[in-house]
């Protein structure tokens, strides 16, 4: 069977400019922020990207790669609002679609189905048809007559998520709480790439329903240890508190300067040592 | 003598009466100290989350699962009674979490719509207003996230079908919708404050009573579990300071 493993790099290979990106987690949580650093260093840009935002946004806003932003929110959920996301959209810095987190799921579920949209209540009143005048309700066939929004699925051309454990052949398994929506970006997309904490010949004794993504989904697999710092990945780690706080605080071309100049290896020992220093 | 900050854990507590088997989804401080005292006195069949995943009793067990996927489900099928912040509330209970200014180039960013308008159409949307003032209380929003009563009706019967905001709740009182044309109410006073202060820190003009009373008082049971079993650091009063 075939062996899936490559390198950031690889991924990023595979990446082009103005295409529409989804990438997994939820706000601070489970960022596959290896991969969102390995298209930093790259030239692809122009990006449509779908993301339950977090700092993945706010990286590639800040470095200016986002075309057109697909979101309910960007947060960093311990610090309420992501300062370089509202950076950029107080400056025009790209487009946004703005929906609710319910019709971003509905979205992902219809583009996993290979329907053309899905009927939702939620939107309806709301400013989210004003501000996306391209959505249009649909009226149930049935007796009851109701009318909803038509929410069009949210088709990816390459998905990006991070999990804990992943096989060579792009099986993924979640060890947190909460799958997020990963399954549903990888379904979503003509290509998905899995990052992983740790890469296992196979899961053992593994609970089933831990193993959350379908290697059938799955174009490549990444071993990145600390693949999404300074995110949470849990159990494996928490958030990392400290260095979000420098994160958000630090002028963009600073943080950059000192975190973002070479590639993931670099970065790492960055961290460490600016935790050393502050120790 | 009972604090501010209290009386008005007291008022998000109420929120939650009779609510029965129902997640309770307080979002802040007060809220949360508000769901957990409910569930402790006279609503004991709320649910309530952890925070993240897990459905948990009040001794932090867990009784369940909740990831993201099934909350969401759980919202749309209506079984939970929310109580979300706002950045701005009009007299109709739309509601703005998202930016401040022109939407097409905000002059403050803020979170995004977020759940707001799933929340106000499939399940009971109550809010929390720490501090009243005329930045919150506004006229018109500019982003109407969750959906306030007069553009629910004019969005249709889908739209209102299981649209309700139960209460408001501020540092300052009570409010409701419940007027002939579903405009803010104010329904109580908390002790130490006038109706003339609350109108003067409101952007639009309130109904209200000919008689204001107060929020009610807490039981000496209530105040006990407040500030010794649910709330004995103190974080009602960071939120709403004496």
Redesign the interface.
């Given at each position: 069977m075939t062996d899936k493993t490559m390198t950031p790099e690889d991924v990023v290979a595979r990446l082009h400019s103005g295409m529409t990106l989804g990438i997994g987690g939820w706000g601070s949580r489970r960022k596959p922020m290896a991969l969102v650093r390995a298209l930093l260093r790259s030239d692809v840009t122009d990006l449509t990207v779908v993301s339950y935002g977090g700092p993945d946004v706010g990286l590639l806003a800040a470095a200016g790669k986002i075309r057109k932003l697909v979101t309910a929110f960007a947060t960093l959920d311990s610090i309420p609002l992501e300062p370089h996301f509202r950076a950029a959209r107080q400056a025009g810095g790209f487009e946004l679609s703005e929906i609710d987190e319910a019709m971003f799921m509905w979205g992902l579920r219809a583009a996993a189905n290979r329907l053309p949209f899905l009927p939702i209540r939620a939107g309806l009143g709301s400013d989210v048809m004003r501000v996306n005048p391209d959505l249009k309700t649909v009226t149930s066939p049935y007796e009851d007559g109701e009318t909803f929004v038509a929410m069009p699925a949210l088709r990816l051309d390459a998905a990006l998520v991070h999990l804990n454990r992943a096989d060579r052949l792009g099986n993924g398994q979640y060890l947190g709480p909460d799958p997020y929506f990963d399954d549903l970006f990888c379904e979503a997309a003509d290509s998905a790439y899995v990052s992983c904490e740790e890469l296992v010949d196979d899961f053992g004794a593994a609970a089933p329903q831990t193993l959350l993504v379908k290697r059938h989904a799955v174009t490549g697999v990444v071993a990145t240890p600390h693949g999404a710092h300074f995110t949470s990945c849990v159990p494996d780690y928490d958030r990392d508190e400290a260095f979000q706080k420098l994160y958000a605080t630090t002028p963009w071309p600073e943080f950059a300067a000192r975190f973002l100049h070479g590639d993931e290896k670099d970065y790492q020992a960055a961290v460490q040592t600016w935790h050393e220093e502050t120790r | 003598m009972t604090s501010r900050a209290e009386y008005c854990v007291l008022a998000c507590a109420d929120a939650w009466r009779d609510d029965g088997e129902v997640l309770a989804s307080p979002m802040g401080a007060v809220p949360s100290i508000g769901a957990r005292l409910a569930k402790r006195t006279f609503s004991p069949d709320l649910l309530l989350t952890d925070g993240?995943?897990?459905l948990v009793g009040l001794d932090g067990r867990a009784e369940g699962?909740l990831?993201?996927?099934q909350h969401?489900a759980m919202?749309?099928g209506g079984k939970r009674h929310v109580m979300m912040g706002a950045s701005q509330l009009d007299r109709f209970g739309n509601q703005n979490i998202?930016?401040i200014g022109d939407?097409?180039?905000?002059?403050?960013?803020?979170?995004?719509?977020?759940?707001?308008?799933?929340n106000?159409?499939?399940n009971p949307t109550s809010y929390w207003v720490p501090k009243h003032s005329r930045r919150v209380f506004v006229e018109k929003v500019d982003?109407?996230?969750?959906?306030g009563y007069d553009?629910?009706a004019?969005?249709?019967?889908?739209?209102t079908?299981?649209?309700r905001i139960p209460r408001v709740v501020s540092n300052l009182g009570v409010f409701d919708f419940a007027t002939a044309d579903h405009s803010m109410r104010l329904v109580s006073l908390h002790p130490g404050v006038t109706v003339e202060e609350v109108q003067e820190a409101t952007g639009f003009p309130l109904g209200r009573a000919d008689e204001v009373p107060y929020t009610r008082e807490p039981s000496a049971e209530e105040l006990r579990l407040i500030r010794e079993v649910i709330d004995p650091k103190g974080l009602r009063d960071r939120e709403v300071p004496a």
């Open positions: - | 993240e995943a897990l699962w990831p993201y996927r969401l919202v749309t998202s930016c939407w097409e180039r905000p002059d403050r960013q803020l979170l995004g719509v977020r759940g707001a308008p799933v106000t159409l499939n982003m109407v996230c969750g959906v553009r629910a004019a969005a249709g019967p889908s739209a079908r299981y649209h």
